[in-house]
Structures are given as structure tokens and as C-alpha cells.
């Protein structure tokens, strides 16, 4: 089944309004007491932290796309359950983070987002909802259409008065290759704009993918490695289609195009990712 403009716009407004939903939910419960556990997969702490509200927030919005689950015929992959592989089957699929950034919303700290997105079989991302609850703004875009900020069209915001920005997971940070990625950026950042690095490590990669997008020039750069993790789908799908429409178009670490529908794995750390906008 090939979804037009105008399914996808429809698909866009269902997703709009879950993501609101799971929210609401999800800022009604930061800084309160919840329980928070481990889903025991190994790689960082990042991504192997998970929180009764992470768990809540995914049943609320599978709930809310569950009719367009069957209007469409669409398949289904949320990081707090299992990968049932109809993502290799049907010709779209939701993909769902119900809490980017869960290790920020534990501490208390803003970086944490609600994303959905809608990915073809292809491996890309075809609508694209980002929510900042602790912000409360609300990004959105389909594949080939404008990106809407709080319902007002967005465009890249560019500060020609200040020096590069380059966002990094706290993953990266305690690698022994991040100090060089640094070393090199500060270069960069003093030679073409005349001004010191900002160096940003606090947020989940949803909002580090939009501090892209709202404070060039900047970057977020996830290295490849051999290690399992390094991010999945559902990470990205969102704020791919948002950052592409926008005029960013992500990359992996090689700047091979994106596929966020891999056979063999839901994870990305072979391939890492880059948003620039330079």
C-alpha cells in the first residue's frame, strides 16, 4: 500500500496529538518518585535505563495509532517492546521512543523527548513528531513537506555570531575518542567562525538532533563502533524526517544515507549518525 501526501499528513496529526498524550504524561510525572530499571542488554547506561513512566508512555501512544495500525495496515516497533519484525513485512511501520533522553528525565534535567516516526520498508523515515514536554514544543514534518514548530512553520535557525555547537550522547563522551572529535571541532570552530566550540552532553539524541536545527551552526556526531548499541530506529526516524525537510539531511558516520529498517538489527552503532548544518 503506497501512502500519498495526504495519508501521510493524516498519519502526521495522529501522531501529533499521541505524542501530546504521552507527554502530558510523561512531564505530569518528571521530578516526581518512579521506579527505574534495567533491560539488561548491555551497552551504556543511556540506553540500557528504563522507567515504569518510559513503559506507561509507549502503552499510551501504541493506544493512540493502534486504529491507524489497522486503517493502514502499518507495522509496529517501540524500544520498550519486542522487535516483532512486521517492520520487514508491511510497507510502513511506526517506530516509537517513549522517552528519548530516559538518563536526563531520571536526573531531573532537561533533553528528553517523545518521538514517532513512520518509516517505509525502505528504511525511511516518512513523518517525523518530536515533543519536548519540559519545553513544551512540538515539532513535526512529512517526507517531502514543510517542518511546523509549535504549528508555525520552522526553518533552520542560523546565529552567524557565535561559534560552532557540537552536541555528543554522554555514551560518546566517556570514550577515549570523544577528546580528539573535540580537539578538532574547536579547531574547526576557531578557523571558520572566530569563535570557541560549545561543547553540549546532557540531552538524548532527539533533542540534540533539533539543537541542531535550532542553533547552527552545530553538529551531532555519534561515531560508529563495534559495540552493540550505538542507537536504533527509533531513535533517529523522527527527527530524520524533521531534520531532512528542514534542509539538513542526516548521514551515518560515512555519510551514506540513512536506513532505519536493517534485516539483521534494529541497531545502528556499525553506521553512527551526523546532523550538520555547518
Known amino acids: 500500500m503506497e501512502l500519498d501526501i495526504k495519508d501521510l499528513e493524516v498519519l502526521r496529526d495522529i501522531a501529533k496529538k499521541a505524542a501530546l498524550k504521552a507527554g502530558k504524561h510523561v512531564i505530569a510525572c518528571f521530578g516526581t518518585n518512579f521506579k527505574i530499571g534495567s533491560k539488561n542488554k548491555g ?3 543511556a540506553a540500557d535505563v528504563v522507567t515504569e513512566v518510559d513503559i ?11 486504529e491507524s495500525i489497522k486503517k493502514y495496515d502499518l507495522g509496529w516497533l517501540g524500544e520498550e517492546s519486542e522487535d516483532d519484525k512486521s517492520r520487514l513485512i508491511k510497507d510502513y511501520f511506526w517506530t516509537v521512543d517513549p522517552i528519548d533522553g ?21 528504511g525511511e523515515a516518512v513523518v517525523g513528531v518530536a515533543y519536548d514536554p519540559y519545553h513544551d514544543h512540538l515539532y513535526d514534518a512529512v517526507k517531502g513537506g514543510k517542518v511546523y514548530k ?34 578538532s571541532l574547536e579547531r574547526i570552530s576557531l578557523e571558520k567562525y572566530n569563535a570557541p566550540l560549545e561543547v553540549v552532553t546532557h540531552q538524548g539524541a532527539v ?15 555519534k561515531p560508529h563502533r563495534d559495540k552493540l548499541g550505538g542507537g536504533c530506529a527509533w531513535d533517529f526516524a523522527a527527527s530524520s524526517c524533521i531534520a531532512e525537510a528542514a534542509g539538513c539531511v542526516p ?4 555519510g551514506n544515507k540513512i536506513n532505519l529498517n536493517k534485516e539483521e538489527s534494529t541497531y545502528m552503532n556499525n553506521e553512527g549518525i551526523k546532523y550538520e548544518v555547518w
Open 43 to 45: 551497552g551504556s547506561l
Open 56 to 66: 506507561k508512555s509507549q502503552e499510551i501512544i501504541f493506544s493512540s495509532l493502534q
Open 102 to 122: 530516559t538518563l536526563p528525565f531520571t536526573k531531573k534535567t532537561p533533553g528528553f523527548a517523545v518521538a514517532i516516526g513512520l518509516v517505509n520498508k525502505k
Open 150 to 183: 509549535d504549528g508555525a512553520e520552522f526553518t533552520i535557525q542560523y546565529n552567524k555570531n557565535k561559534g560552532l555547537t557540537f552536541y555528543s550522547d554522554l555514551s560518546f563522551v566517556s570514550s577515549g575518542a570523544h577528546p580528539y572529535l573535540v580537539q
Open 207 to 221: 533533542m540534540n538532533a533539533m539543537g541542531v536545527l535550532e542553533n547552527a551552526p552545530a553538529v551531532y556526531i
Open 251 to 254: 548521514t551515518d558516520y560515512f
